[in-house]
């Protein structure tokens, strides 16, 4: 079964302070590994497709990247309004997961001014 | 601002009620999904259709039922719901399915009494 885990469940910056979330993941074959971005009651955002051990993409003061057994998103000199919850998802190349986006937990991120 | 537009932003109903969400894009992508979201958890897969066909149903029961009047549009019927069915429902898009690259909506925010 694919599984996808987060962590830290939350993160509580300073503005300016930068860190890293990290989404470790167990798949039947990766297809692609997606980060999202979610503000409190809407819907998620999508960010970056990463595809092979790695490769890198960058957004801003985001950069993703991947190895063969998780993904770290490196924030860096963040600003309040990067709070918000960052989601990792796997799509599975086959199994019964397959076309389907299997999502972790989240992490919630909170900067402060 | 998204486009994927979402109707009504919030529901309320009883559990004899049958109410619809509707969901419309004009990106001219060929997949349409239903997510459900409850608080503090990621997006669980409901419904997915390709090319206006139901290719993916998550063993949702039945007092969901899915409609895909064109390739533009993506309905949910709900019928005689429970109140562990509140929650948020999101509409998500995609050029083509077995992506997970989604577009998402703003959600539909719904409260069963």
């Known amino acids: 079964e694919d599984q996808v885990t987060q962590s830290p469940e939350a993160l509580r910056l300073q503005e300016g302070e930068s860190s890293s979330l990290n989404c470790s993941y167990t798949?039947?074959?990766?297809?692609?590994l997606f980060w999202y971005r979610q503000d409190p009651g809407k819907g998620p955002e999508f960010l970056f497709t990463l595809y092979s051990a790695g490769e890198e993409k960058e957004k801003e003061r985001l950069k993703a990247t991947l190895t063969k057994k998780e993904s770290f998103l490196h924030i860096t000199a963040p600003k309040p309004e990067d709070s918000a919850t960052y989601l990792c998802?796997?799509?599975?190349?086959?199994?019964?997961?397959?076309?389907?986006?299997?999502f972790g937990q989240g992490t919630i991120l909170t900067v402060h001014p | 601002d998204t486009e994927v537009t979402q109707t009504p932003k919030h529901l309320v109903m009883g559990m004899t009620n049958k109410k619809s969400l509707k969901c419309e894009q004009h990106m001219g992508h060929r997949a349409m999904y239903w997510y459900k979201q409850k608080a503090k958890k990621p997006p669980e897969l409901m419904f997915v259709?390709?090319?206006?066909?139901?290719?993916i149903n998550e063993s949702v029961p039945s007092r969901f039922s899915p409609e895909c009047p064109n390739s533009s549009l993506l309905n949910l019927h709900l019928h005689a719901l429970q109140p562990e069915d509140s929650a948020l429902y999101l509409c998500a898009s995609s050029v083509q399915g077995s992506t997970g690259e989604l577009f998402f909506g703003e959600g539909s925010r719904l409260t069963v009494l």
């Open positions: 259709y390709s090319y206006e066909k139901l290719s």
């Open positions: 998802a796997v799509l599975a190349a086959g199994g019964t997961s397959y076309g389907k986006l299997t």
């Open positions: 798949v039947s074959g990766l297809r692609g």
